[in-house]
C-alpha cells in the first residue's frame, strides 16, 4: 500500500484559497509556500514587492513544519522551554518563525505550508490555516 501523499487537488485548493485571501491586503506581500512530508517544494507562490527574506522565509517554516511534524511557533516554543536554539538542530533550513504549520492526516505527516511576510507571525499563520482548511483533510 502506497504512503499517504498530499493530492495535486489539495495542494491547488491550499494555494488558491490562500491567495485569494492574501489578494485581499494587496499593500501586505507575502509568500506561500507548501512541501511533501520529506520537505520537497510542491507549490509556491509570491506577490509583487516581496523582499526576499519573506520569500525564502517561508518555504523554511513549510519545512520546517513536515521535517519537525509541529507547527513552527509550537517547535519555535519547546526549544525555547528547553533553553535551546534552532542552530542546534543542525540543519540551516529549520526556523523558528512562527507561520508554519504540519499536513497531517490521521496521525501522519504529509506536509507542511508555510506563509512569510506579514509583520507578526499570527497573521502569517492565520494565512496557512486558509490554506490548510481548504485541504479538506
Do not use: C, W
Not at 491567495?19 to 506581500?29: F, G, I, L, S, V
Amino acid at each position: 500500500m502506497p504512503e499517504p501523499a498530499l493530492k495535486l487537488e489539495q495542494i491547488q485548493a491550499a494555494m488558491q484559497a490562500m491567495m485569494a485571501k492574501a489578494q485581499e491586503t494587496p499593500d501586505a506581500p507575502v509568500a506561500m509556500a507548501i512541501v511533501d512530508s520529506t520537505g520537497n517544494l510542491e507549490a509556491y507562490a509570491k506577490m509583487d514587492n516581496l523582499r526576499m527574506f519573506s520569500r525564502r522565509h517561508a518555504l523554511r517554516k513549510a519545512y520546517t513544519a513536515a521535517i519537525m511534524g509541529l507547527n513552527t511557533g509550537a517547535h519555535a516554543e519547546r526549544l525555547h522551554g528547553q533553553g535551546r536554539s534552532i542552530s542546534e538542530l543542525g540543519d540551516p533550513n529549520l526556523t523558528h518563525g512562527q507561520g508554519g504549520l504540519v499536513i497531517m492526516k490521521d496521525g501522519v505527516i504529509l506536509g507542511g505550508i508555510g506563509v512569510g511576510g506579514y509583520p507578526s507571525g499570527q497573521s502569517d499563520e492565520d494565512l496557512a490555516r486558509v490554506g490548510l482548511d481548504a485541504m479538506n483533510l
